[in-house]
């Protein structure tokens, strides 16, 4: 019930409507601005902000690099039967948010978490800037829907750590619904013995800066990594990306980024990079960067579609490809 909820509200943009509307959904966490409206705690997970579980839990300073001023501290101790939902929401002109987030999942426990971050309408030039560490502990599991909805004035930075202990996996999957006027996200996904990851990254720059810079350590053996980029230039566009694989043991690992320019004025660079520190390991790359088929084009407009309808069309297949 709870991911059918959160695709109704925060995937449609027309119904991002009010905090009124919002807090009758099940949210784990919920903050407006720079004040926290809602946390949800019991006996299997324990939710506190961040400066709080600074001052109360010592050992969470080797996680966080200063005492955090806002954010939020997840502790996951035992398997629970629902998604965790984290709302992170700007809805004030000229608000700044510098959070500073840690999530812990211990031994054996799965989960998945669904982040929303957004500004609630346009012309606020909201700052958002989101530092964090997700740390999975052995033979834990954690299934990680990464989602923003921004505006065109407001200036973004995601910066997020996970560190994947024995045996743990992680499925990460990040979607941009509208572009900020800047972006920096960054993910680095640090593997021990046997862990897995499956990383995916969606994202489309319209009128927008955008650099995505993603790594991926294979550091235990028999560890694996995949890496997926899909990229989309829109009108008045930049988008910059850097993804990285190393493999330190044996280990496998994939990367693929594929690019999409829909407008004259827009551009992606793409830089991918491998590195085998391992005679054992494998680590292989495909990248590719285009632009919409004019076949593909035409065949849609005998069909009745007008031209902006089937670049729509052509850019959502894109983006769901083989993700």
């Not at 939710?47 to 200063?66: G, H, M, N, R, V």
């Not at 750590?161 to 990460?172: A, P, Q, V």
């Amino acid at each position: 019930m709870v991911m059918k909820n959160a695709k109704s509200v925060y995937l449609d943009k027309k119904k991002i409507k009010s905090f009124e509307e919002i807090k009758q959904k099940e949210i784990s966490f919920f903050q407006r601005d720079n004040q926290i409206e809602k946390i949800l705690s019991n006996k299997d997970i324990l939710i506190l902000p961040s400066s709080l579980a600074w001052q109360k839990y010592s050992w969470t300073k080797k996680f966080f690099e200063k005492k955090p001023k806002e954010g939020y501290f997840i502790w996951l101790k035992k398997q629970i039967n629902f998604p965790l939902f984290i709302c992170l929401g700007i809805y004030s002109p000229q608000k700044k948010q510098n959070l500073n987030n840690l999530l812990v999942i211990e031994k054996n426990v799965k989960v998945k978490v669904i982040t929303n971050c957004y500004s609630q309408k346009s012309n606020l030039k909201a700052s958002h800037q989101a530092k964090g560490k997700i740390i999975l502990k052995e033979k834990s599991q954690l299934n990680y829907h990464h989602f923003h909805y921004w505006h065109s004035g407001d200036k973004v930075s995601s910066d997020y750590k996970f560190i994947l202990k024995n045996n743990s996996s992680l499925s990460y999957s990040y979607k941009n619904f509208s572009s900020p006027k800047e972006l920096l996200l960054k993910n680095l996904v640090y593997l021990e013995k046997d862990a897995s990851t499956d990383l995916k990254i969606t994202t489309q720059a319209e009128k927008s800066e955008m650099k995505i810079i993603d790594s991926i350590i294979l550091a235990g053996e028999n560890s694996q990594g995949i890496l997926k980029l899909r990229l989309v230039g829109k009108k008045d566009s930049q988008i910059e990306n850097q993804s990285e694989i190393t493999a330190k043991k044996q280990s496998k690992g994939h990367l693929d980024c594929q690019g999409l320019l829909v407008e004259k004025r827009s551009e992606i660079s793409t830089t991918p990079k491998l590195v085998c520190q391992s005679k054992e390991a494998q680590l292989t790359h495909e990248a590719s960067i285009g632009k919409v088929s004019e076949e593909e084009l035409n065949y849609l407009r005998q069909r009745g579609f007008k031209e902006s309808e089937a670049i729509n069309l052509i850019v959502n297949g894109f983006l769901q490809n083989d993700l």
